[in-house]
């Protein structure tokens, strides 16, 4: 997560030609355009949220796509198909062809036709060219909104920071669709399932499954899902089953079929955290693979994206940030490299500069202080060399947010063996329920740690029949 390619949210807006932002979007947006703004918008989504890393699922998704795509007439647009590291059940297109799907959405489908109709449905985002038709809104200012001359004349990788507000770091902001567009979409998208061979009528199973699944999981971490970008309606389920009632279709043979599903979904990180990541426990953040953790202010709101972790002070007042980059042992050229070029660049020399250690690990300090606002700012670079990687951690703030700014740089350090322990999460495994069996023996059963209802909605059945026997997806607790 190296903390120089950090780009602003929404920056994909700058590729958009002036005629395009004041509303004359279909005269002007070009294919060739479109792409240009897809391949910006790709960048910050696999930086601001990441795509999932499990190659044998991806090809899987990535192989379902192409095949859609291969019903489908010929068109100026390439087409590809992520995973998005995301826990909520979630589904997305860009311009120019680039096709999402969370893995929170990946876990509750029970039918490669389910995904099929899901992807057809973005893939006729694309094609009907929804997105130069509706332009996602910009992102605010950045968060912090802090006085004096340093503000804007640091760095260009501080600058990239703060123009990533904390309260939608780890967030795209993408278009939200009209009613219209999503019936289009529907209609679209189910010709072209059936067209590749698939049952139309799925698509209604999927979205019948999302909506039960985000009902049950109520709470803050799953607001965002599939329906905030794409409205919905009472009657779309019906005009969904009367228009796929209406398709002539030949069935093909599946990829896989639902245990082949359920196979390749086997393992996935199931919920808001992936332990490939890192994880939170409260304000500490742990990560086996960079074997660190650092503690963050208590009640600052924290942030883990693939570029860096961080937290920010609710009101504003401070941030700070950490990431990583290529290992120099003597972290003091580092310090002395950002002091030249603030010094050649803006004409300012730091307040302080100076060498410790971090626990065993040396460091270099770079620090400026403005006192022109009624209260100093300070910037604060920390270069520390751990046994892997060198870490850049980035804050500023208020003089009153010092000590917290100092505990937090002070608190990074190598991960204890009986805290890498900690680090793990539930995991989508599978196992057979027996005939007659209740959901909730089953469950007790096979160490499930999804309640009844969830593992209902999760695998599209009733809860309040014992059921033949089958497979079912299940969640299991285990240490990464």
Not at 76 to 97: C, L, M, S, W
Not at 351 to 367: K, M, Y
Request: proline fraction near 5%.
């Amino acid at each position: 997560m190296p903390i120089a390619v950090l780009r602003r949210i929404g920056g994909y807006l700058s590729w958009l030609p002036p005629l395009l932002l004041a509303g004359c979007a279909t005269a002007i947006i070009t294919p060739a355009t479109e792409e240009q703004i897809g391949g910006q918008m790709d960048l910050e989504l696999q930086q601001q949220i990441g795509l999932y890393q499990d190659a044998s699922l991806s090809a899987y998704v990535d192989a379902v796509g192409k095949r859609l795509v291969a019903a489908m007439e010929p068109g100026p647009y390439t087409f590809r198909f992520h995973i998005v590291d995301q826990g909520e059940p979630n589904a997305f297109a860009t311009p120019g062809g680039y096709i999402y799907i969370s893995r929170g959405l990946l876990a509750q489908l029970n039918s490669e036709a389910e995904l099929a109709g899901i992807l057809a449905h973005e893939i006729s985002h694309v094609t009907r060219r929804h997105h130069a038709k509706q332009v996602g809104k910009q992102v605010g200012a950045g968060l912090l909104t802090l006085p004096g001359a340093v503000v804007g004349i640091v760095s260009e990788d501080l600058g990239n920071m703060i123009n990533a507000p904390i309260e939608v770091a780890g967030q795209v902001v993408l278009a939200s669709y009209s009613r219209g567009q999503e019936s289009e979409a529907d209609a679209y998208g189910m010709r072209l399932a059936a067209a590749a061979g698939y049952d139309p009528s799925e698509l209604a199973d999927a979205l019948l499954g999302i909506e039960r699944t985000v009902e049950v999981l109520t709470g803050e971490q799953y607001q965002a899902t599939f329906f905030d970008t794409h409205p919905t309606t009472p009657t779309r389920v019906a005009d969904i089953d009367r228009q796929a009632a209406s398709l002539s279709w030949q069935a093909q043979l599946p990829l896989t079929d639902r245990a082949g599903l359920y196979q390749r979904l086997s393992g996935l990180w199931w919920g808001t955290q992936n332990p490939q990541q890192g994880i939170f426990q409260a304000q500490t953040f742990l990560s086996s693979d960079l074997d660190i953790t650092i503690t963050f202010p208590e009640n600052w709101k924290t942030i883990n994206t693939p570029m860096f972790v961080g937290a920010g002070q609710p009101d504003g007042g401070a941030y700070v940030a950490l990431g990583t980059g290529e290992r120099v042992e003597d972290p003091s050229r580092l310090a002395d490299a950002l002091a030249h070029k603030m010094y050649e660049e803006a004409g300012i020399a730091p307040t302080e500069q100076s060498d410790f250690r971090v626990g065993e690990w040396p460091a270099a300090l770079v620090r400026y202080d403005d006192d022109s606002g009624a209260e100093q700012v300070s910037l604060y670079y920390l270069f520390v060399t751990a046994p892997r990687e060198t870490f850049t951690l980035m804050a500023m703030g208020l003089e009153s947010y010092r000590k917290e700014l100092r505990q937090t740089a002070g608190s990074l350090r190598e991960l204890s063996p009986e805290e890498e322990k900690t680090i793990g999460g539930l995991r989508l495994r599978t196992a057979e329920r027996h005939s007659g069996e209740s959901l909730e023996a089953f469950n007790r059963r096979v160490g499930n740690r999804w309640p009844g209802d969830l593992t209902a909605a999760i695998n599209g059945i009733g809860t309040d029949v014992t059921g033949r026997r089958h497979l079912l997806k299940i969640a299991r607790y285990e240490q990464y």
